[in-house]
């Protein structure tokens, strides 16, 4: 099974900071990663597709990039409404596999 | 508009089977890959089982494997989840989601929780 590993778990940052979230595959997935957002008690949303494509309705502050092995979530202005978890997954080959989140807290 | 609703969960003993459920509408359900997904308490998220649009292939995560199947019906605009010897461990919350148009999972239900205890 394909590894991920993201970091940091857990990330404080003001509102307005610019912030970067990293994931590494344990083998080449090309661009086959997924970006979500999981709010407590609610369903997760994707954010982001094939590393850079941006959901239709995902706010533009969010952005994706990568291919490989290392891809980055970036957040270009903290909002507080951006409080949540977040995961990347891999789709590039079954089973699908989350990386652990990455836990987004507002200073 | 693109609506999944979720049921089926409960409580279970260890051992047990249930059955869950994906209601979907709002869009061409026999067009789309299905998927389900499931959050233990505390825990992140972990990708569960994947179906084809015509139900002819399926994929499982490794915990899962041989002890949950995923069914649809077309006719029915329905989603399936088997679950059967069920554990502890299989404690969560159950999200069926969509895959439309080559995405990963990209529409999500509003998830079913589902306990496993004595």
């Known amino acids: 099974d394909i590894q991920m590993t993201q970091s940091p778990s857990t990330l404080s940052a003001s509102v307005g900071d610019r912030v970067t979230i990293t994931c590494r595959a344990s083998?080449?997935?090309?661009?086959?990663l997924a970006w979500y957002q999981k709010k407590a008690e609610k369903a997760p949303q994707l954010l982001i597709y094939?590393?850079?494509s941006l959901q239709s309705g995902v706010p533009s502050r969010f952005s994706g990039s990568g291919s490989g092995t290392e891809f980055t979530l970036t957040l270009s202005s903290l909002q507080p409404d951006d409080l949540a978890t977040y995961y990347c997954?891999?789709?590039?080959?079954?089973?699908?596999?989350f990386g652990q989140g990455t836990k987004v807290e507002i200073k | 508009e693109v609506q999944l609703l979720d049921s089926g969960g409960g409580l279970v003993q260890p051992g047990g089977s249930l059955r869950l459920s994906c209601a979907a509408s709002?869009?061409?359900?026999?067009?789309?890959?299905m998927g389900w997904v499931r959050q233990a308490p505390g825990k992140g998220l972990e990708w569960v089982s994947d179906?084809?649009?015509?139900?002819?292939?399926?994929y499982y995560g490794g915990s899962v494997k041989g002890r949950f199947t995923v069914s649809r019906d077309n006719s029915k605009n329905m989603l399936y989840l088997q679950m059967n010897s069920l554990r502890a461990e299989d404690t969560a919350v159950y999200y069926c989601?969509?895959?439309?148009?080559?995405?990963?999972?990209?529409?999500w239900g509003q998830g079913t929780l589902v306990t496993v205890s004595s």
């Open positions: 179906i084809s649009n015509s139900g002819g292939a399926t």
């Open positions: 989601a969509t895959r439309s148009g080559g995405k990963p999972l990209d529409y």
């Open positions: 997954q891999q789709y590039n080959s079954y089973p699908w596999t």
């Open positions: 083998q080449s997935i090309g661009t086959w």
């Open positions: 094939k590393a850079s």
């Open positions: 709002g869009f061409p359900f026999s067009s789309y890959a």
